[in-house]
């Protein structure tokens, strides 16, 4: 069976522990929370470059700004813009991090125990 090596205590750990058997550090798979977030921002700045590129394409295409004056009833649009373009983006985008960097594997000390 393949093995880890703890980085804290250099013992070699099963692959499907859950645990470090030698100094009880937490085996975590996959990115850590920040680097998550980060990924997520990652697609949010995607998604806001996408959605300029399409907002100007439909300036061309129309002659004016897809928003010419922005009414009241434009609020919900925004929002719903704001949804595609910032969170949409920024879950998919979390979700794509922790299925492509599953392999991962960290070795999480929380405590010390000796
Ligand atoms: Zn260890």
């Known amino acids: 069976m393949k093995t880890l090596v703890c980085p804290h205590c250099h013992s070699q750990v099963p692959e499907s522990a ?3 058997v030698g100094c009880g550090a937490e085996v975590v798979r996959g990115l ?3 680097q998550r977030s980060f990924v997520g921002l990652a697609f949010v700045a995607v ?8 907002l100007r ?7 004016h700004p897809f928003l010419t004056s922005p ?3 434009d ?5 719903a813009g704001v949804i595609l ?4 983006p920024y879950v998919v985008g ?3 991090a922790r299925v492509f960097w599953r392999s991962r594997v960290r070795f999480f000390r929380s405590f010390q125990h000796q």
């Open 57 to 63: 394409g439909y300036e061309i295409a129309n002659g």
């Open 85 to 88: 373009v910032v969170f949409l």
């Open 47 to 54: 998604a806001i470059l996408i959605f300029g590129i399409f």
């Open 32 to 34: 850590s929370r920040r």
């Open 71 to 73: 009414k009241a009833e």
């Open 75 to 79: 609020g919900l649009l925004v929002i």
């Open 94 to 96: 979390i979700n794509v």
């Open 18 to 20: 859950s645990v470090c």
